[in-house]
């Protein structure tokens, strides 16, 4: 717990200041130099980079000099399913791994961890938790993924080939720094403490430099993977830390599965979506009268803040929408209007997605090139 806020990989409460975690967690700011590599190898940068959603890194001079000097990296991400489908917060990893990936045409490993849920006591049975892992799995897959350099897999499933690797890093991980990484008590199931271990495999599936974007909640397991990937002689993961999304419900919150009117569902019917954003929070002030002459807050307005990470690709649009608002021009009512059509119009295209992504499935599970490969995937220490 630090002053004000609570944040660790299953919870996040209160209002994040992200200047103290980077101090707090050791990671280190994205600079300038790095926005103009990523700009000059990839021909373009991607708005959460421009917009600095993401801001923070571990290593990513060397992800950058590794793939200068042809050695390339490769890329982790995941997403533990729950009793509740993914929301539009939890998108943002894979959109820019799949970003990564095109630009960079690197192989990508997701991890769906089945089990993590159950283990959490956030879920009562394996049972109630797999529907939604398919789910997930096919939401994942919409986004645009390459069928033949992802790998997507359950841990229920892969564990096999996942088992003796996980031994391997278990083996250096002792419980008291376990504990105080991941706030282990006396209440934690004991297939809680060794999961991070699970997480961590997918670091080791080759030997290149995994790059993990993901938000910085989940920077503990990699500070773990971290101490352990050079006694397995394999490389550190180097990350990719992002903010996280605020919640419809005020500025600094977060979306949550269990409190509906923060969040908009990946299933959501469009019609219940534009209720929620037409209730959101906004930096508004109480009158028409009194915004026209005194002007929004865009800086502290969820709408303002959800157009910033994924509504307005524009980023000149985006600045004349801030300052419309501050300088009273643009009412609440119409802002949230707008921004309730172009996340309407998001989840129609996405559903449609979805149902493409169902004939998929077994190419990035089973099938495809880096799947099958997968399948037969061996750690050795050498
Ligand atoms: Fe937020 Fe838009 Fe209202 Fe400004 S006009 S406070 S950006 S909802």
């Given at each position: 717990?630090?002053?004000?806020?609570?944040?660790?990989?299953?919870?996040?409460?209160?209002?994040?200041?992200?200047?103290?975690?980077?101090?707090?967690?050791?990671?280190?700011?994205?600079?300038?130099?790095?926005?103009?590599?990523?700009?000059?190898?990839?021909?373009?940068?991607?708005?959460?980079?421009?917009?600095?959603?993401?801001?923070?890194?571990?290593?990513?001079?060397?992800?950058?000099?590794?793939?200068?000097?042809?050695?390339?990296?490769?890329?982790y991400?995941?997403?533990?399913?729950?009793?509740?489908?993914?929301?539009?917060?939890?998108?943002?990893?894979?959109?820019?791994?799949?970003?990564?990936?095109?630009?960079?045409?690197?192989?990508?490993y997701?991890e769906?961890?089945?089990?993590?849920?159950?283990?959490?006591?956030?879920?009562?049975?394996?049972?109630?938790?797999?529907?939604?892992?398919?789910?997930?799995?096919?939401?994942?897959?919409?986004?645009?993924?390459?069928?033949?350099?992802?790998?997507?897999?359950?841990d229920?499933?892969y564990i096999?080939r996942m088992y003796r690797a996980a031994v391997l890093i278990a083996?250096?991980?002792?419980?008291?720094?376990?504990?105080?990484?991941?706030?282990?008590?006396?209440?934690?199931?004991?297939?809680?403490?060794?999961?991070?271990a699970l997480q961590i495999v997918p670091t080791l599936f080759?030997?290149?430099?995994?790059?993990?974007?993901?938000?910085?909640?989940?920077?503990?397991?990699?500070?773990?993977q971290?101490?352990?990937?050079?006694?397995?002689?394999?490389?550190?993961?180097?990350?990719?830390?992002?903010?996280?999304?605020?919640?419809?419900?005020?500025?600094?919150?977060?979306?949550?599965?269990?409190?509906?009117?923060?969040?908009?569902?990946?299933?959501?019917?469009?019609?219940?979506?534009?209720?929620?954003?037409?209730?959101?929070?906004?930096?508004?002030?109480?009158?028409?009268?009194?915004?026209?002459?005194?002007?929004?807050?865009?800086?502290?307005?969820?709408?303002?803040?959800?157009?910033?990470?994924?509504?307005?690709?524009?980023?000149?649009?985006?600045?004349?929408?801030?300052?419309?608002?501050?300088?009273?021009?643009?009412?609440?009512?119409?802002?949230?209007?707008?921004?309730?059509?172009?996340?309407?119009?998001?989840?129609?295209?996405?559903?449609?997605?979805?149902?493409?992504?169902?004939?998929?499935?077994?190419?990035?599970?089973?099938?495809?090139?880096?799947?099958?490969?997968?399948?037969?995937?061996?750690f050795?220490?050498?």
């Amino acid at each position: 717990m630090a002053s004000g806020y609570t944040l660790t990989p299953w919870e996040a409460k209160g209002r994040i200041d992200y200047d103290k975690l980077i101090e707090e967690f050791g990671v280190e700011r994205l600079e300038d130099r790095h926005f103009e590599i990523l700009q000059e190898l990839a021909g373009e940068l991607h708005p959460l980079l421009r917009r600095r959603f993401f801001f923070a890194h571990r290593d990513l001079d060397h992800v950058l000099a590794d793939y200068q000097s042809g050695k390339g990296f490769f890329l982790y991400t995941g997403r533990a399913p729950s009793k509740s489908p993914m929301h539009i917060g939890h998108i943002i990893p894979f959109i820019i791994t799949r970003w990564f990936q095109e630009k960079f045409e690197v192989n990508v490993y997701i991890e769906i961890p089945d089990e993590e849920k159950f283990l959490a006591k956030k879920a009562d049975s394996l049972d109630e938790v797999a529907p939604y892992a398919e789910k997930d799995i096919l939401n994942i897959i919409a986004l645009g993924f390459d069928e033949n350099r992802t790998f997507i897999f359950k841990d229920t499933e892969y564990i096999g080939r996942m088992y003796r690797a996980a031994v391997l890093i278990a083996r250096h991980i002792n419980f008291s720094t376990a504990r105080a990484v991941f706030g282990f008590d006396g209440e934690t199931s004991i297939g809680l403490i060794f999961y991070p271990a699970l997480q961590i495999v997918p670091t080791l599936f080759e030997k290149k430099r995994p790059l993990i974007p993901c938000g910085i909640d989940q920077d503990p397991y990699f500070r773990l993977q971290r101490d352990i990937a050079p006694k397995l002689n394999r490389y550190k993961a180097a990350e990719l830390l992002s903010k996280l999304v605020w919640g419809l419900t005020g500025p600094e919150t977060k979306m949550s599965a269990s409190e509906p009117e923060t969040a908009i569902m990946l299933n959501e019917a469009p019609r219940e979506a534009r209720r929620k954003i037409m209730n959101a929070y906004t930096g508004g002030r109480a009158t028409a009268e009194e915004q026209r002459r005194l002007g929004g807050v865009p800086e502290v307005c969820p709408v303002f803040h959800w157009f910033s990470v994924l509504f307005e690709n524009d980023d000149k649009k985006l600045e004349e929408r801030f300052w419309a608002c501050k300088r009273g021009e643009l009412l609440c009512g119409e802002c949230k209007t707008h921004l309730a059509e172009r996340v309407e119009r998001f989840l129609v295209t996405h559903a449609q997605r979805v149902k493409e992504a169902e004939a998929k499935r077994d190419k990035f599970l089973y099938d495809g090139k880096l799947a099958q490969e997968m399948w037969n995937w061996e750690f050795k220490l050498e």
